[in-house]
């Protein structure tokens, strides 16, 4: 029935959540984000996670391409961009990216390439693990306001 | 009576990230605190809005990292031609860039991620900035026993009758200066209400016949008067003032002894990083002596032009190095050597018994006359000639305002461990933070202390409770973001049983399955919820 789609959409949503908290995934920055949203802002949460992902994306690619590069040694870049991506991660809560990042920029200061390249894997990694949380959590979300809406017809 | 004043409300913030995550982000906090928000995403973009309309914003906020200019020039640009407090903030809280933001003018460092507690009381800042510029005026004003201290304008100020709000900067102004001047008492040189402002260049005058007549014991206050040859000023504010001038030398003695404390701070001994430092500054070279030892402290200061220099904070440096190091210190909560905890006790002004000081004119020069508080440096650091319990003050103060601790350890140690550790886990390990936690009681004893002793009202007493609760929380848990839910918010990555302090509506967890009345309450209480 439609109320039990509602609830079980919800207890999917708040089972995602623990296990990302659980994990590490997330800290409590996050629930920040989610008590700035009211009704002036109806979809903050989602409109700042995707304005994070833009800038990660961009910096990542960015990353990659002058790490890849034969003759790279701008170390220093390599700091700036980390730092961008620390300190947009930590905005949204994003704990676990953070980290890696930090670690990553360890490398680069110590102008380690192979552990610079690890770094770069590994932040990687962790960021499209968090996307894909991410939007498994947005479409549970959506589905649920979706099952909601149809549950109190008018 | 209604207890009213300042009302932030409408105060016009202008916030300068290049992160639009946290532009957004910051936009939102800000505008939940119903500040009028604006944001850029340059530093140049925002001195042109700045320059654009001169009286359109009451505060700036921006990160030190900026891609177009640095923040810290931005800082100085700001405060030098618009004379509006600027915070900085950054996810960067090692101490050297803090002291630089505190060096360069900066009303506050904000550590991020920040907290919707520290947005709230940045209205104070403005506040504080207006008040400091209002007794600039009225200057020569008053009579009294001098004191340098004037927060009793703020405490009284804030206890006015009238309801203020930053739309009406003009008014404010008037109504400040009716305020003052209805609560001081011309006529009565002894009142205690009464008190002179010792404006710099009054402490310059004080100074300068202090170092002719020379020899300390000799300078008494009748002949420190005769050579300041100011007319309205009495004996009376005179020997007051000579007696804070004495406590506040006899500590910068003692804050020489431990230079293990100020040698030791790694940002703050190493030249190379001096004239990084000091590059930024207006009066070049001069300020170099600022971090060196004792010793070279005096001897560079003949070596220094008499003209005053332009950046006040700098060219502090007894003041802001020897003196409240320790205070910054314990504000960044870094590893302080266990000494300069009680160090910091032999700080604490109104303690102290004045001590016959040793003669060291040169230290004077040193301290006193090359600085100048610019009226447009930002309130903490303007007036530092004359304030400098203000000072001292001000850094203790303004730790709990940021909130943050600025604490480094907290960074580089998550990195070479599991990330899903505990906070348990972490404290053991951080030997630092055993001391702050030393440190964070001090602090917190001694905040308050001062705080009362200077008879400074915080606007709003419950900021003193959260306040302290931050620095105890935030320095004893090395990890700043948790300080100001009361969820107590624990790492959960490896303790499920941690789930079970929070409060019921956030539990999210598979343990149990809420009824349909708990889904509701749990759906109001908006998880993604619009």
Redesign the interface.
Known sequence: ML?LG??RL??D???L??SL????VL???F??????????????????IN??FD?SEKLLRNLRLLLMDREFSDYKKIG?HL??L???S????A??VR??C??FR?ASELSNRPGCLRGLEVVEHEYHYLKNMMHE??QL?QQR?LA?GVRYPM | MEKSGFSPVGLRVLVVD?????L??LE??L??CSYEVTTCGLAREALRLLRERKDGYDIVIS?V?MPDMDGFKLLEHVGLELDLPVIMMS??GETSRVMKGVQHGACDYLL??I??KELKIIWQHVLRKKLQEVRDIEGCGYEGGGDWITRYDEAHFLGGGEDVSFGKKRKDFDFEKKLLQDESDPSSSSSKKARVVWSFELHQKFVNAVNQIGCDHKAGPKKILDLMNVPWLTRENVASHLQKYRLYLSRLEKGKELKCYSGGVKNMDSSPKDVEVNSGYQSPGKSSYVFSGGNSLIQKVTEIDPTPLASASLSDPNTDVIMPPKTKKTRIGFDPPISSSSAFDSLLPWNDVPETLESKPVLYENSFLHQQPLPSQSSYVANSAPSLMEEEMKPLYETPAGGSSVNADE??M???KN??ETLQDLDPSAISNMKLQEFSSNVTNNTEAILRSLNWELPESHHSASLDTDLDLSWLQGEH??AN?G?Q?Q???SS?SL?SELPHH?????ER??D?DE?SF??DQ?????
């Open positions: 109320g509602v609830d919800q207890a949503i708040n089972r959540l623990a908290f659980h994990q590490g800290d409590e920055q629930l920040q984000l989610q008590q700035l949203q009211d009704e002036t802002s109806p979809n903050f949460v989602y409109d700042v304005i994070y800038e700036l730092n961008q620390v300190g947009s930590s905005s949204i809560g704990r676990r980290n890696v930090v670690a360890s959590l947005f979300e306001i909601a | 290049d992160d639009p995550t946290w957004k982000i939102k906090m505008k939940k990160d990292n996810v960067d991020k991620p907290r919707m960074f580089l998550p990195q070479d990330p899903t973001f948790l839910t969820l918010f790492d959960y990555s499920p789930l956030l539990w999210y967890g598979n399955l809420p349909p889904y749990m759906v908006g998880l993604f919820i619009s």
